[in-house]
């Protein structure tokens, strides 16, 4: 499982100086590419947890087993059944909920977590810093996996478990994230002003430093946040993740992946509800950093 | 002409002492002096392709089942000694072995007499039989086994009330019981002694380096072992039986799953799987391979505590049996693979019977009143991790509920599994019960004794009743027992029983062998496979 | 400060890591529930039988103490036996960790070999024909479950064109070309995700690269688009690259665990999954001991990279 510990939107994203606005085309452009991905994202999550308030769906558990098995098509069950009698269609929106839960989860701990440890390691000085990032390293050093098992194993299986688990990537890799662009941001003139007006330190992280760390964080967690539902398939492969007979993605496409020879279908599905949303995640997450930082 | 000579001997065995399909071949009659009660056939090919000798296997097995041998190939301290039977066998042979008709075979022991009063056993060892490092296979090698094995911590060590083990001769070890046990020998198949490691072997290299190297006196030898990974055996040049084994080399690898078996061998280089769970991969299986439906004497159970709510009420546990509808599950699930059982019993294992007086079966009515009766019934019910019990719990809580019980249901990892057993907090679990002979191995006592921690049931009359078909050597006595053990706890409606879960061996078409290509009895789950009997036919 | 002051510093920082790092791992293996001796027996012993093989194995003793014990035999070179084989831990670290390390260079020599091209070339003309192909391509490649992709190159390569075995390892004894032969898939299979999302990062890294002053006063100057990227955009973007490729060392363990299990190879991962099943702590913390160390000894030399890559680091920035 690989994580996106992007340092690269800090690295090297320094804004530089813009140059002259785009031509009218490259602004369409630029709108669409960030409009229709955040707008195919908006689609699927409206999908996951409004059609089945709206619309008539079988629900994705406690199918008959007489009904196991059925092909695509058949009346009532629009992408066929599972081994158990299950609606698949209606399983790819709960477990979608779930997917998506899990993954907007984790990186809002992240966010909240990790930016808070980050921006206090970067803005503080001495002991408390230097503490703070031996701390971070240890968990970054440390086989993320290792953790995420144990947990599962310890706690057993579940949904909160999993988010639990999985936070475990993502607390670090903020925490990286936020310390760089503070230690960025750190000696530039708002920031001094602040200081020197005689801001207390906590003011100038939350009100001063946050918002303008916000927008690379927010970008990071699009990424993150189609990362984690992956892994959360990864921990599924090792009957650790979101327990049946609940679906997620990932715990349909393990399951699937044991007769993938035999029904395919069972393992396509999920594999390209998840290949839209990480696809939606992954471009809105581009644009969206394209945009700031040609500010 | 030796396979002229080796059928001709298989049947004069078979057509001496066995009687009816239960193996009583394993058993004497009650009273009479008994001596070679063990038929004395030698293990001989039990289809007609004669395999080539010659050639190269590759057997996969799965990790997590079978594939996994973490705490190492001695039999005394292997803790997944039943699930790494093949690599034993291969490794180590066999004192008996447990034949077609579920007679006993010998193999490295010659036969077996029990003295009248059915408290001291005696073990014929084969004569002139070495370890694969040369030293004797003889009884103070065979005693020292059973010593350390008796003492052993591990979950398949045998249970005999023994209070001691001596030598006679050369080649008789005597098997000293406080009281008559009858399932002794039928325990040689599913517990540790029947595998006898080289005590010189073991001394010289000491217990950690012996696990990782073991020496028997079984068909093959240890090349190269990669824990759990991947296991290199080749021929023992010095196995006892001509001719045997038929292959030059044996090598165990394992594989993650049932689908990754599937590819590996439909990419060529592997020969054989063993234990295949995934019905809907049968057939894709079927179109390349050879493939063998292996039945195990291990029926499943939904295990009820009674010792806590809310199955200690009656009318709780009736409404499990009426709401359950087995033969829609083995139908919908399963094919209709399985024989639907009632008690624990299987058809392939020693006193079967198949209907039960009085069961409650399937009526959806009457599991509706009973939950009503019961005052509503909220259950959790977990089992053990694997891919077949995932489908079972999801079809029984749609069941359950249908009779208007909350169910929660989960799949738990072999560890959480056990401590929810030890907390008692338990409320139902899908487990199996049984085996070849119900009083040995992961026999009922372990399930239904009111002393196990692994039992739901605490009855002192149903304890007393598996009691007296442990001590009693006469058949006919025993399956009358079982059958009032079965009765009784149908009656009180303890726990409700499926079926006994197939597996299907796989083999490329070119291969024989008992046990993978052709069927014999599972002594709980699976069969021994007889590796030295396992060869390429020439085609 | 110069390089070497740097290297220095940064190990001798990293002493309280790795402690940590055995610290951390100890913690949590003990939060589990069942013990080794437990995980080792089978769900038949009885209880007493369970009890006398933790006190074999000194299961018994309180936290601090086992903690103690480990720490003092470890800090002499001693790492202590496997709770199940009785192996020792160095043992089964030299005969796994080199699989391992084939099979995570293998498969990330293949995702430069994917990324450096193709986001180089994507970034040329953003927006265009190859850009959005390999756009699609790349976001397929990362979404894949690894599993999946495992059993799909199976599928392909080794049922329908036999090229590649389909499992196990052949060691380099066995022939070089072989061992190779036996670590493309699984390497595919871990290499191509991670080369997909090289990809999506090194593109827009050089996107803003070429944003930059620098290549539009390069442009200015006459030099060609070619040149500007290779020798100076490209370049430059790496250091996001080489940052991310030395955090992800500790998680590219976890997609080992999984190849490893498809394809039979006896590696670090598998060994791994096994030890927390069997809660063999002594050789979970060997593990963990051998990758927190990999992980800070790239770090070190990401750092070491920048800082020869990038002159204003050395003296710019203190806080590093």
Redesign the interface.
């Known amino acids: 499982?690989?994580?996106?510990?992007?340092?690269?939107?800090t690295?090297?994203?320094a804004p530089?100086?813009?140059?002259s606005a785009p031509p009218a085309r490259g602004r369409l452009?630029q709108s669409l590419s960030l409009y229709l991905p955040a707008g195919l994202l908006l689609a699927i999550i409206a999908a996951c947890f409004l059609s089945p308030l709206v619309a008539t769906v079988s629900p994705p558990t406690g199918g008959s087993v007489l009904n196991a098995g059925l092909p695509a098509g058949t009346p009532g069950f629009p992408l066929g059944t599972d081994a158990n009698g299950n609606d698949i269609f209606s399983r790819l929106l709960y477990g979608g909920r779930v997917s998506l839960e899990v993954g907007a989860a984790t990186q809002l701990i992240g966010i909240a977590l990790g930016g808070l440890i980050g921006m206090i390691a970067g803005y503080s000085r001495g002991l408390l810093a230097a503490v703070l990032m031996?701390?971070l390293?240890?968990?970054?050093?440390?086989?993320?996996?290792?953790?995420?098992?144990?947990i599962a194993?310890?706690l057993g299986p579940g949904e909160l478990h999993v988010i639990w688990a999985l936070s475990f990537?993502s607390v670090p890799?903020f925490a990286?994230l936020a310390r760089s662009a503070t230690?960025r941001l750190r000696d530039q003139n708002f920031m001094l002003a602040a200081a020197l007006s005689g801001t207390p330190r906590w003011r100038i992280v939350l009100f001063h430093l946050a918002p303008n760390l916000l927008p690379q964080l927010m970008t990071f967690a699009l990424l993150g946040a189609?990362v984690a539902i992956?892994q959360e398939?990864?921990l599924s492969?090792?009957s650790l993740g979101v327990p049946p007979p609940g679906a997620s993605w990932?715990n349909m496409?393990?399951a699937g992946?044991q007769t993938?020879?035999v029904r395919p279908s069972l393992?396509l599905f999920p594999?390209l509800a998840?290949?839209i949303?990480?696809?939606a995640l992954?471009?809105l997450g581009?644009a969206l950093?394209?945009r700031w930082?040609?500010r | 002409m030796a396979a002229v000579l080796l059928s001709a001997a298989a049947v004069a065995a078979c057509s001496g002492k066995a009687t009816g399909s239960g193996g009583a071949a394993a058993g004497t009659t009650a009273g009479g002096t008994s001596t070679g009660a063990g038929a004395s056939a030698t293990v001989g090919p039990q289809n007609s392709a004669t395999p080539q000798p010659g050639g190269s296997f590759t057997m996969?097995e799965e990790?997590g089942l079978t594939g996994?041998w973490?705490?190492?190939l001695d039999p005394a301290t292997d803790?997944?000694?039943s699930a790494n039977q093949s690599y034993l066998d291969a490794i180590y042979g066999n004192l008996f072995e447990l034949g077609a008709n579920g007679q006993t075979i010998d193999d490295l022991a010659t036969g077996y007499t029990i003295t009248p009063d059915a408290k001291t056993v005696a073990i014929h060892l084969r004569p002139g039989v070495t370890f694969s490092d040369g030293t004797p296979f003889n009884a103070a090698a065979v005693a020292f086994n059973f010593k350390r094995d008796i003492a052993s911590?591990?979950?398949?060590k045998p249970n005999w009330p023994v209070s001691s083990i001596t030598t006679s001769g050369n080649y008789d070890v005597l098997i000293h019981l406080t009281q008559p046990y009858a399932p002794i020998i039928n325990t040689f198949h599913d517990s540790n002694v029947n595998w006898i490691v080289s005590p010189t072997a073991l001394q010289k290299m000491g217990?950690?380096a012996f696990?990782?190297a073991p020496v028997g006196a079984g068909p093959f030898t240890v090349v190269s072992d990669?824990?759990?990974?991947?296991l290199a055996l080749k021929k023992n040049p010095h196995y006892w039986a001509p001719g045997e084994p038929y292959l030059n080399s044996l090598t165990f690898?394992?594989?993650?799953s049932d689908?990754?078996a599937l590819?590996?061998m439909?990419?060529?280089?592997?020969q054989g799987y063993e234990g295949m769970q995934t019905p809907q991969l049968a057939s894709a299986f079927g179109q390349q391979f050879n493939v063998l439906d292996v039945p195990s004497t291990s029926p499943y159970v939904i295990q009820l505590n009674t010792a806590i709510a809310p199955f200690n009420n009656l009318n709780a546990r009736e409404a499990v049996y009426y709401a359950t509808d087995v033969n829609l599950i083995d139908q919908r699930l399963f094919g209709n693979l399985h024989p639907v059982t009632e008690g624990f019993t299987a058809p392939n294992g020693l006193f079967y019977e198949q209907d039960v007086p009085g069961y409650r079966t399937y009526d959806l009515a009457k599991a509706k009143a009973a939950v009503k009766a019961a005052g509503g019934v909220t259950v959790d019910l977990m089992a053990t991790q694997s891919s077949v019990t995932q489908t079972v719990l999801e079809a029984l809580q749609t069941m359950w509920q249908a009779a208007g019980m909350t169910v929660n249901i989960h799949v738990d990892?072999?560890?959480?599994?056990?401590?929810q057993f030890?907390g008692n907090k338990w409320q139902a679990s899908l487990q199996t019960a049984g085996a070849f002979d119900p009083a040995a191995g992961?026999g009922v006592n372990?399930r239904f004794g009111s002393k196990s921690?692994?039992s739901g049931v605490h009855d002192p009359k149903l304890d007393t009743l598996f009691a007296a078909a442990t001590s009693t050597l006469d058949t006919a006595k025993r399956q009358q027992l079982y059958d009032q053990a079965a009765a009784y706890i149908s009656q009180n409606a303890y726990a409700p029983f499926l079926f006994p879960v197939n597996g299907w061996n796989i083999a490329a078409k070119n291969v024989t062998g008992p046990g993978l290509t052709t069927l014999l009895p599972a002594s709980a789950v699976r069969p021994e496979i007889l590796w030295a009997q396992v060869g390429f036919t020439g085609q | 400060m110069t390089v070497y002051r740097l290297a220095a510093r940064r190990l001798l920082?990293a002493i309280?890591?790795?402690w940590?790092?055995t610290f951390?791992?100890f913690t949590?293996?003990n939060?589990?529930?069942?013990d080794a001796a437990?995980?080792?027996?089978?769900?038949?012993?009885t209880?007493s039988?369970?009890a006398?093989?933790s006190k074999q194995l000194h299961l018994d003793q309180p936290f601090f103490a086992r903690y103690g014990n480990w720490l003092a035999s470890a800090l002499s070179g001693h790492l202590g036996?496997?709770l199940?084989?009785?192996?020792p831990v160095t043992t089964i670290l030299a005969?796994r960790l080199p699989v391992t390390f084939e099979l995570l260079l293998y498969a990330f020599i293949i995702s430069l070999l994917i990324a450096i091209p193709v986001a180089t070339l994507a970034a040329r003309r953003p927006?265009g024909v190859f850009d959005s192909i390999t756009t699609f391509i790349a976001?397929?490649g990362?979404?894949?479950?690894?599993?999946?992709l495992a059993?799909l190159l199976?599928?392909f390569f080794?049922?329908d064109l036999?090229l590649f075995?389909?499992?196990?390892w052949t060691p380099v004894s066995g022939g070089l070309g072989a061992n190779l032969r036996s670590l493309t898939l699984p390497a595919l299979s871990l290499g191509f995700?991670?080369g997909c999302?090289y990809t999506?990062?090194l593109r827009?890294?050089v996107?803003?690269?070429l944003?930059?002053?620098y290549v539009?006063t390069a442009h200015a100057k006459g030099l060609p688009g070619w040149r500007v990227l290779l020798r100076h955009a490209t370049p430059?973007?790496m250091?996001?690259?080489i940052?991310?490729v030395a955090?992800?060392v500790?998680?590219?363990?976890?997609?080992t665990?999984?190849v490893e299990?498809?394809f039979?190879?006896?590696g670090i991962g598998?060994e791994?999954?096994?030890a927390?099943?069997?809660?063999?702590f002594p050789v979970?913390e060997g593990?963990?001991v051998v990758?927190?160390v990999l992980?800070?000894v790239i770090g070190l030399l990401a750092d070491l990279l920048y800082a020869v890559l990038d002159p204003r680091i050395r003296y710019d920035?203190p806080?590093q």
């Open positions: 499982m690989t994580t996106p510990v992007s340092e690269a939107a690295a090297v994203a530089g100086l813009a140059v452009r031996r701390v390293d240890v968990f970054i050093a440390f086989p993320s996996l290792v953790l995420a098992l144990a194993e310890g990537y890799a990286r230690l189609g992956i398939g990864a492969f090792l990932g496409i393990a992946m993938m020879s393992v594999c998840l290949l949303t990480v696809a992954n471009l581009d950093r394209a930082s040609a | 996969l990790t996994a973490p705490t190492g803790g997944n000694g911590a591990v979950g398949d217990e950690n696990k990782l990669t824990v759990s990974s991947e690898k394992s594989v993650a689908e990754a590819e590996t439909q990419a060529g280089g592997v990892q072999l560890a959480n599994v056990i401590q030890q992961l372990f921690v692994f | 920082t309280p890591v790795v940590g790092v951390l791992g949590v293996l939060l589990l529930p069942g437990q995980a080792l027996l089978g769900a038949d012993a209880p039988e369970v006398a093989l036996n496997s199940g084989s009785g192996q005969q927006g976001l397929v990362l979404s894949i479950a690894p599993y999946i059993l199976i599928l080794a049922v036999s075995p389909a499992l196990g995700p991670i999302f999506r990062l827009a890294d996107l803003e690269q944003d930059e002053d539009v430059n973007s250091f996001g690259l940052t991310v955090l992800n500790g998680t590219l363990l976890g997609g665990v999984i299990q498809i039979g190879l006896p598998e791994l999954f096994q927390i099943q069997t809660r063999d979970l593990i963990v990758f927190a992980v800070v920035n806080g």
